[in-house]
């Protein structure tokens, strides 16, 4: 496990690094959380091996929900700190190894804890759903448990914020059976992209 600190999340360096490892929220694209191939696997495969062979991607235009997602993640932070008292650590990238073919973007992490953190900043109305569930949204289950797969942790701290509302915040632990599917489809993934990387390159 690699934790980049070198450069912060949204930057250059960290595109760049994105374009040639594939990231916890791509999961998803590879497969199913009952370890069934996602019906976008083909053409995620596709695009990444583009953008390994140009070092470019399509840009990416933020909508307003993202943008508000991202002027409210240090303050979620910062209140997710203060109300667990745990100190939040952040960084750029943890890599899976030094080949860095994989990788999750933590929101934060304590190292010391050896505990992740994964913060949503939901409009209100999701916010109030998730509260009202009181459960990790089955939008992020394969994101939260490829970073417990890639770091090897046992817990990852999910929480869903919103500024003057009460914030869900529940720890999320292993789930072997998943953690082995996502391994083992990562891999397999990252075995045909290579394959297809070397066959469009020569």
């Not at 900043?121 to 797969?149: D, F, I």
């Not at 914020?161 to 996502?182: A, M, N, T």
């Amino acid at each position: 496990m690699i934790i980049e600190t070198g450069f912060i999340q949204g930057s250059v360096e960290w595109h760049k690094a994105r374009l040639h490892s594939v990231g916890g929220t791509g999961i998803s694209k590879i497969t199913t959380s009952i370890g069934k191939e996602s019906k976008s696997r083909g053409d995620f495969l596709i695009e990444k091996a583009s953008q390994r062979i140009t070092g470019r991607s399509k840009p990416l235009f933020p909508s307003y929900e993202m943008q508000w997602g991202t002027e409210h993640e240090q303050e979620a932070r910062e209140s997710f700190s203060f109300i667990r008292d745990i100190e939040v650590a952040e960084c750029a990238m943890i890599f899976s190894d030094e080949n860095k073919e994989w990788h999750v973007s933590p929101d934060g992490f304590s190292l010391e804890r050896e505990e992740g953190f994964e913060v949503k900043c939901p409009q209100l109305k999701n916010h109030l759903e998730y509260l009202k569930a009181g459960t990790l949204p089955t939008a992020y289950r394969l994101q939260v448990q490829t970073s417990l797969a890639l770091t090897g942790w046992d817990t990852w701290w999910f929480m869903s914020y919103f500024p003057g509302v009460k914030s869900l915040i529940i720890p999320i632990h292993r789930d072997e059976k998943l953690i082995q599917i996502i391994k083992d489809e990562v891999a397999r993934f990252l075995e045909d992209l290579n394959n297809l990387v070397t066959k469009l390159s020569a």
